[in-house]
């Protein structure tokens, strides 16, 4: 596979099915991450290869883990995730066996639970067998195991010419080492212990011959890391669990919270912030949300920077750890294989073995296009939100060398251009990067270099926003080039992207000048951004509100009378929330907080269906009465912008907004998601001082109020 823009596994190897008699739901796959590993496995427990595993800094080194009992797979009864997202629990019965002794068991008689976590490059899990039965048994239980040490983006399809050295599996009484020696000189191991010795070992599997009397129970206990682990047991497991659910806690206590009057819009909530902490990785530099997991479980630029954004208003540490990582990782030369450039923010980060050897670019890899005007963008939003000058003091060289690489890149045409350096790069450099997802009305795939619509919008914000920033810091010689710069913008992409006959802004400007005249939901990231004139707004608002866009479960990326639209594919016609969530933003700046409140009560159905958690994306087929939002096959789950857009769109429904500089909340036009009556936020930061602040429902109207202890403290201002 020589492109990897299409950043997706195929989904016909993702979708085979390995076990005739248990076929999986790939959207029902179970995900735990701590730090720089995690574990995808079905809802049985099992890694069966494909595109799960257990994952350590972008390399399997668990590719199959099975349980068999009797000989036989089990059978389901029932799986979840602990609500922080720590625990994985899987609960499986018997199907008819023998026990070891010849004697019929029947369907039912045991139950076998699997409970798991992660912590510290580990992977812990407990199996308990109890035995309903009026018969004691003898039971053949076995666990099947591979580590075939591929790097992820041989995972996600990529072919190499050569691999490094797999060594046979090295074996003693209670654990087997398996172990892999990269091109890059890194050995990577994988150290399977038990808790007791097996009855029979090999290099791909255990079995143990477990006596359970009439109703009892019995424990084994497992690990897997990098080395072989004291003999595991209830204690070491327990220790660790306690571990990372205080780790997991203390992220969770970050920034405000959100509690409503709906028990199940609350579940929702309380899961959508636990998939953020989960995925929030605490760097060096501090906090930053990877991507989503499992194809993405890195540092990405864009990813971050919107989830930072979406979390802003509850938890502005969060953005200054992405603004932290992303101003130390900031490119300082020009690489054509990195796609880098002085003052350009990074798009991508990679760990593995290929990266390391640069059989791929991606170890730093640059060729995201956006990433630098959203990070500027980013930077001003946070110091609106906290007045935090002494920390943009620090950032303004990264911030001036951003701008800079900004108004290089536009130099030629006026808009800011993508076009890959190199073949082994990206073809398309904006959010929407697979292969196809930039084309002509006719479906021609346009050359380079491309200026997409958003992208100019980030421009215009960036530029914006930093113009304020140097008239606070007297730089007012700087302010009145970028304010200019800013107003460039905006008549340049009114002049030249706007499209009279379909009353809607074009797709992208190709390397001839032609616009692609294709209605997409990018356009919506320009009201996001407040660049179109009010006319205008309101006519993009219009479409993006119509069936064309409008699934009834969200916005589809693409309208549904373009040429390639595909409500099945990933980019020209599914759904993505993140992408809904920031039309929806703009939707509310232009004054359409209504139809922001049914696109808030689409988004929380669709995670309702999804138990609790939205995907990556979906597919965009229309909503038809009592049928569920259909699932796009290999979407990551979770994902970090994903989680985040049931707090940005939640933001846009209420009207708020928070002034660093003055101290103030400001509330205009508030509305509460359908059916909720009463949302508080508590302990929300404004300045050096916490204070709750409640929305109720009045009649037809929406009332805001702080909580008695906290009068006089924040001014609140309310436009109703």
Request: proline share 4%.
């Amino acid at each position: 596979m020589t492109e990897l823009d299409e950043r997706k596994l195929d989904p016909a190897v993702a979708l085979a099915s390995l076990d005739e008699t248990a076929p999986r739901e790939p959207h029902r796959l179970f995900a735990l991450k701590q730090g720089d590993c995690f574990a995808v496995a079905d809802a049985y427990g099992d890694i069966r290869g494909a595109g799960d595993g257990f994952f350590r800094d972008d390399t399997r080194v668990l590719s199959e883990f099975r349980l068999t009992v009797g000989g036989r797979q089990t059978s389901l009864l029932g799986a979840s995730l602990s609500q922080d997202n720590v625990l994985f629990t899987s609960n499986l019965t018997n199907l008819p066996m023998q026990s070891v002794g010849g004697r019929d068991i029947a369907q039912g008689a045991i139950h076998i639970e699997r409970v798991r976590l992660l912590w510290q490059d580990r992977l812990f899990e407990r199996i308990t067998l109890s035995n309903y039965s009026q018969e004691t048994s003898a039971i053949r239980v076995s666990l099947h195991f591979a580590a075939d040490f591929r790097d992820m983006f041989e995972v996600r399809g990529s072919t190499r010419a050569k691999r490094g050295m797999a060594h046979a599996a090295e074996m003693d009484a209670t654990s087997v080492l398996l172990r892999y020696d990269g091109l890059d000189g890194l050995a990577r191991l994988s150290a399977i212990s038990f808790s007791q010795a097996p009855d029979q070992l090999s290099a791909e599997r255990a079995d143990f011959l477990i006596a359970v009397t009439k109703r009892s129970s019995k424990v084994l206990y497992i690990e897997v890391g990098p080395e072989a682990a004291e003999t595991p047991d209830r204690d070491r497991f327990r220790a660790a669990a306690a571990r990372a659910r205080f780790g997991m806690r203390a992220k969770r206590r970050h920034g405000a919270t959100v509690h409503s009057s709906g028990r199940v819009f609350n579940d929702w909530v309380e899961r959508a912030r636990a998939d953020v902490a989960l995925l929030t990785t605490e760097l060096a530099t501090g906090p930053y949300p990877y991507a989503g997991i499992p194809w993405f479980s890195t540092a990405f630029g864009r990813d971050g920077v919107i989830s930072a954004l979406q979390m802003l208003w509850l938890n502005p540490g969060l953005a200054r750890g992405v603004l932290a990582f992303l101003a130390q990782h900031q490119a300082t030369e020009t690489s054509p294989f990195s796609d880098s450039q002085p003052g350009k923010i990074m798009h991508e980060t990679r760990k593995g073995e290929m990266a390391a050897l640069r059989e791929l670019p991606f170890g730093r890899y640059y060729g995201g296009v956006d990433t630098t005007p959203l990070y500027i963008h980013l930077a001003c939003a946070y110091a609106d939100r906290t007045g935090d000058m002494d920390f943009i003091d620090r950032l303004w060289p990264s911030l001036t060398a951003a701008a800079e690489w900004t108004e290089e890149a536009s130099r030629a045409t006026g808009f800011v251009t993508y076009q890959r350096a190199a073949e082994s790069g990206l073809a398309n450099q904006g959010w929407k990067d697979s292969f196809d997802s930039v084309f002509h009305a006719d479906g021609r795939i346009p050359k380079g270099p491309i200026a997409l619509v958003e992208v100019q919008g980030y421009v215009f914000a960036a530029f914006r926003g930093l113009a304020a920033l140097a008239r606070r810091r007297g730089g007012y010689a700087q302010a009145e080039h970028w304010e200019s710069r800013a107003e460039e913008m905006r008549i340049a992409v009114e002049r030249d992207f706007w499209l009279d006959d379909l009353g809607f802004y074009a797709l992208a400007i190709d390397g001839a000048g032609e616009p692609c005249k294709v209605r997409t939901s990018n356009a919506g990231h320009l009201l996001f951004v407040g660049l179109p004139e009010p006319a205008r707004a309101q006519m993009v608002a219009d479409q993006l509100l119509s069936a064309s866009f409008h699934s009834g479960w969200g916005l589809r990326t693409l309208a549904d009378d373009a040429v390639l639209f595909n409500p099945m594919s990933y980019h020209n016609g599914s759904i993505w929330p993140h992408d809904t969530a920031i039309c929806g933003v703009g939707l509310a700046r232009y004054g359409e907080r209504e139809s922001v409140v049914r696109l808030m009560s689409g988004t929380f159905e669709s995670a309702v269906h999804f138990n609790m958690r939205l995907p990556e994306l979906f597919c965009g087929f229309t909503r038809s009465p009592g049928e569920a939002p259909i699932a796009y096959p290999v979407a990551c789950l979770p994902q970090a912008w994903s989680a985040g857009s049931a707090f940005m769109l939640m933001q846009a429904c209420l009207g708020l907004e928070i002034d660093g500089w003055d101290g103030q909340i400001r509330v205009t036009r508030p509305r509460l998601p359908i059916g909720i009556d009463t949302l508080t936020l508590r302990h929300l930061n404004v300045g050096d001082r916490a204070v709750d602040l409640t929305f109720q429902r009045v009649g037809d109207r929406v009332v805001a109020f702080l909580a008695d202890r906290h009068e006089g403290l924040v001014p609140l201002i309310v436009r109703t």
